[in-house]
């Protein structure tokens, strides 16, 4: 792993923190993609049953009610907020386990770089998972509330608290104190970095997109079908249960789940950039190496 080494704590140019981010995959992609399977493939499995179960009864189930119950248009809801709930909590879930195992997974990385020990990430990932998800929790709520205000507060917000985990799992801080911190690094890029964050966004989007495909043309043609042979009702029930259909969109989950790790991994370079560039930290950790030998 030596010869493939990346200093994480240094500054970085706006096309570095995305060729860096490729590069780190690119090098790394069999211990990292391997031990993140292995730790969170619970998970994985739990949302991918979250979001099937999700995606069924938004669609075939909606109409449904909408067919049989016309007089109640609100009864759809109240059968439709277990798979809200279940879709909400697997998605957290697997949120917190991805933020957390790609931070510590860097931060073993930066430690060690001969080898990556898995079980000291998931130890660390499990003592400190009520503290991580508290944290989420705080962030999650404070971009919520901020867009729930005229849009902008939340956009704001969530460029910073973007890599409010990094600043929690790489400095030690409380989780409130890791929340303030990441506005103080953000001062004076806060632009140059929601920049960063919006073609991460579009590149991710666009690779999802790839995967989504042949699901989106799969629907078409069942749906097409569907409606020719059969009353809409019952084409919409037979699109929504297709088990081709079912299997088609959790291989798109799956793949969204995975690529969103790409943009995980640049929000940890965004936190050592905006790090140096604040406070020099890598610099000046350097300088002592020097003195020291």
């Known amino acids: 792993m030596q010869q493939n080494y990346q ?11 995305f060729s860096d981010t490729f590069a780190f995959i690119s090098n790394h992609w069999k211990s990292f993609f391997g031990g993140f399977f292995k730790l969170a493939w619970p998970f994985i ?27 109640n248009p609100f009864s759809f ?10 879709l909400a909590i697997s998605s957290f879930l697997l949120t917190v386990v991805s933020y957390s195992y790609v931070n510590l997974y860097i931060k073993a990385f930066i430690d060690n770089k001969e080898e990556i020990d898995l079980q000291n990430i998931q130890n660390e990932m499990y003592n400190k998972l009520l503290s991580i998800s508290g ?7 404070s971009v919520f509330v901020g867009l729930i205000f005229c849009l902008l507060p939340g956009i704001y917000l969530l460029v910073p608290l973007s890599f409010a985990l990094s600043v929690y ?8 104190d890791a929340y303030a911190h990441t506005f103080q690094l953000i001062r004076d890029n806060w632009w140059i970095t929601f920049a960063a964050i919006i ?5 991710i989007a666009f690779a999802g997109g790839i995967f989504q495909l042949p699901a989106f043309i799969y629907t078409i043609i069942k749906g097409a079908t569907s409606f020719q042979e059969t009353n809409p009702q019952e084409a919409l ?33 965004i ?15 350097q300088i002592d190496e020097i003195g020291n030998e």
């Not at 200093?7 to 923190?17: H, M």
């Not at 799992?169 to 409130?176: D, G, I, M, Q, Y």
């Not at 936190?271 to 950790?285: M, P, V």
Request: charged share 15%; hydrophobic share 50%.
């Open 45 to 71: 499995l739990i949302a991918l049953i979250g979001n099937t179960y999700y995606q069924v009864e938004a669609t075939g189930n909606f109409f449904d009610e909408a067919f049989t119950n016309p007089q």
């Open 169 to 176: 799992l790489f400095e030690n801080k409380s989780v409130t």
């Open 271 to 285: 936190y050592f950039n905006l790090n140096e560039r604040q406070f020099g930290t890598g610099s000046f950790e």
């Open 135 to 141: 944290l989420q929790i705080l962030v999650f709520l």
């Open 199 to 203: 073609v991460m966004s579009i590149i």
């Open 77 to 86: 809801f109240t059968n439709f907020i277990p798979s809200i709930l279940l």
């Open 7 to 17: 200093e994480f704590k240094r500054v970085r140019e706006f096309g570095d923190l």
């Open 237 to 269: 029930n037979s699109i929504s249960n297709d088990y081709v259909m079912i299997a088609l969109n959790a291989i798109a989950s799956f793949a969204t789940y995975i690529l969103n790790l790409a943009f995980i991994i640049m929000t940890v370079y």
